[in-house]
């Protein structure tokens, strides 16, 4: 089945820089990537998605990457202000068509 | 509101005790799907309905069980309770199985004392 690796699991930026996240997967079928952020006790927010056909999508200081041939994304978040400061969790769809996510990246951003 | 419903919002019980949480799923969505979250842990899928009928199954307890009933809702039983499945436990919806606009209810926080 579809394995979806994060990393890192914690990071600490300050405010203003730039803050990345990196998935890999293994299930070369996958074919939809979204991001999701949850604050602390809340449900996961859909942030950004790309698809397979697509190499990097942006919204406002939030893009995406991925490379299909390496089996990997990445999660850009530019000018990191401390609302940013979540749990984010990559996912990747299966076989099935479920998503299987990464295990969180904990961000915090100091002012 | 994502259009989601999970009920209850809270719920505490006792070890060996059996609950039942509630999703009912955005207006429009087919596929439901279960997942559990513990203590600064990811989100592990349990399982997924697609229009009533079992698509997928994770890694899901025997004492857990879940169906799918006409209207769409969905509900998951856990049964003989214990300590360590206290987690907080979300629903999500989407259209068609593919995934897609999956989108989350709030979850139900369940604490086995």
């Known amino acids: 089945g579809e394995n979806v690796e994060q990393h890192p699991s914690t990071l600490s930026v300050q405010e203003g820089d730039s803050a990345v996240i990196k998935c890999t997967y293994s299930d070369s079928a996958s074919n939809y990537f979204p991001w999701y952020k949850q604050e602390l006790g809340k449900r996961p927010q859909l942030i950004i998605d790309i698809r397979s056909n697509v190499g990097e999508k942006k919204d406002q200081r939030i893009a995406v990457t991925l490379n299909k041939t390496a089996k990997h994304f990445s999660l850009h978040i530019t000018e990191t202000q401390p609302e940013d400061s979540a749990v984010y969790f990559c996912?990747?769809?299966?076989?099935?068509?479920?998503?299987?996510f990464g295990a969180g990246t904990q961000v915090v951003v100091t002012p | 509101d994502s259009g989601v419903t999970q009920t209850p919002k809270h719920l505490i019980t006792a070890t060996g005790q059996r609950v039942t949480l509630r999703c009912s799923p955005r207006s429009g969505d087919l596929s439901v799907y279960w997942y559990q979250q513990s203590l600064d842990q990811g989100l592990q899928f349990l399982i997924q309905y697609y229009n009533g009928e079992e698509r997928a199954k994770g890694n899901i307890l025997e004492r857990f069980s879940a169906q799918q009933f006409p209207d769409l809702h969905s509900e998951l039983n856990l049964s003989s309770l214990e300590l360590g499945d206290s987690a907080l436990y979300f629903c999500?919806?989407?259209?068609?199985?593919?995934?897609?606009?999956?989108?989350f209810g709030s979850g139900t926080r369940l604490t086995v004392v």
């Open positions: 999500a919806s989407s259209l068609d199985p593919t995934g897609d606009g999956y989108t």
């Open positions: 996912a990747a769809t299966d076989s099935w068509g479920k998503l299987q």
